[in-house]
T-cell receptor, first 116, second 108 residues
């Protein structure tokens, strides 16, 4: 079956521009996560959606970052007024159910964002 | 927040040798996971070990967990060039916290 997909795979933008990254989770997965990975680093949690619950936004680094998810489908991560330090690979993951019942997270290929 | 720290940062071995990498953490955990990341397949879940388990196997992978020492190890036996990747331990229930990883290079 199809895995998690992300688009675009690469995005180059100029400082100050807004960007929108898209994630299509695996069908039926109720939980969706966004992570950021800077070069040579581990993953930083950004935001977590679980069903219709309010998202956990505790990892968003600033108010320039926001994300939306419609139901249990596509999610978009928006970065406004991009800065050079936003350059990273943005990874999306989905899982059957988050919270107490742990399920393996399935990751997409990521979007490599470069801010010039 | 929970975060594991992998050791060593980098490891270089020959095909056929075993590779061992470690993860240490500071808080109590309910489970610990290992993930692999390479350019070809992205980030992939390898194995999960729960806090009440001491050892778990999956193919050529063996994971141990010592909650008294707050550490876990990942052993890859009979390594192959295709095992070249970065390996991360991850902690948490729903939102995972990843360490910086161990970069493993397996030379033919």
């Amino acid at each position: 079956g199809a895995g998690v997909s992300q688009s675009p795979s690469n995005k180059v933008t100029e400082k100050g521009k807004d960007v929108e990254l898209r994630c299509d989770p695996i069908s039926g997965h109720t939980a969706l996560y966004w992570y950021r990975q800077r070069l040579g680093q581990g993953l930083e949690f950004l935001i977590y959606f679980q069903g219709n619950s309010a998202p956990d936004k505790s990892g968003l680094p600033s108010d320039r970052f926001s994300a939306e998810r419609t139901g249990e489908s596509v999610s978009t991560l928006t970065i406004q007024r991009t800065q050079q330090e936003d350059s990273a690979v943005y990874l999306c993951a989905s899982t059957l159910a988050g919270g107490i019942i742990y399920n393996e997270q399935f990751f997409g290929p990521g979007t490599r964002l470069t801010v010039l | 927040s929970q975060q594991g720290e992998e050791d060593p940062q980098a490891l270089s071995i020959q095909e056929g040798e075993n590779a061992t990498m470690n993860c240490s953490y500071k808080t109590s955990i309910n489970n610990l996971q290992w993930y692999r990341q390479n350019s070809g397949r992205g980030l992939v879940h390898l194995i999960l070990i729960r806090s009440n388990e001491r050892e778990k196997h999956s193919g050529r992978l063996r994971v141990t967990l010592d909650t008294s020492k707050k550490s876990s190890s990942l052993l890859i036996t009979a390594s192959r060039a295709a095992d070249t990747a970065s390996y991360f331990c991850a902690l948490g229930y729903s939102t995972l916290t990843f360490g910086k990883g161990t970069m493993l290079l397996v030379s033919p």
